[in-house]
């Protein structure tokens, strides 16, 4: 039997392990391209519209799976030919969902709100309250939500307005004492007729333009959405924004906050550590 040349056994070797590379790589590559079309698809939070529930910075994980597939789930979706309509596997979504969606006035934005309307529902906000098919839903008051304005609070209760909103002595004299280095909003726990339970915040009482409402009866086939930060989102309430949301047009239900910074992320010591692995509720 002849020996193997040593060189050539040194030769071997390498070429063996750079194929275990390049197979390692395809298959992470496609573990990561079934994960984000089939499985979940990571988002960041880049506005205020849904605090408390949502912060600023917040990363999150949405399962596409909960609502089937659309072109608009799809990566490349548009590329699809016209006739691809409709879900495949869809399911429905229920009431009170935190759900992404694509903007049915324009197709180039994803924006993330509650859904509050199902097809055939009617809603309206009376006095800064949701009604739904007549009847308002439950608000329970708890403590003020307060955070630094700068961190990008958006509307605020002021001293300006603090003569009209029913604040409580601790507030009133908190911004008082404070009020120009925090931001204050009234915050309830709503309760909708399924009986699912959140936080929405109020930082203008009934004045805003979106406190009161006609009624929206909502098309079949189509959502009403609302954000939990009431007097700053935009979503179904106001005429000419996003309108009632075609059921093709739902990406998937928000479901962890997998990180979370107020700031860049790679400032570590911005990180809100207490929010990191929270599910949405």
Known sequence: MTEKDPDTAEMDEPRESFGEIVRTVIYALLIALVFRTVLFQPFSIPSGSMKPTLLIGDYLFVSKYSYGYSKYSLPYGNLLPEWFSGRLFGGEPERGDVIVFRNPRNENQDYIKRLVGLPG??????????????????????????EPVAARAQQCVSRANIARLRLSAEDRELIRSEGRDLCLKIQYIETLPNGTRHPVLDADGDRNLLDNTSVFIVPQGHYFFSGDNRDNSQDSRERG?????PADHLIGRAELVLLSSDGPFWQFWNWRGDRFFQSID
Do not use: A, C, T, W
Not at 121 to 146: A, Y
Not at 241 to 245: H, N, R
């Open 121 to 146: 529902d009617r809603v309206q906000m009376r006095r800064g309250v949701l009604h739904i098919n007549g009847e308002p839903v439950k608000l329970e008051r708890i403590e003020s939500f307060v």
């Open 241 to 245: 924004g996003i309108g009632f949301v």
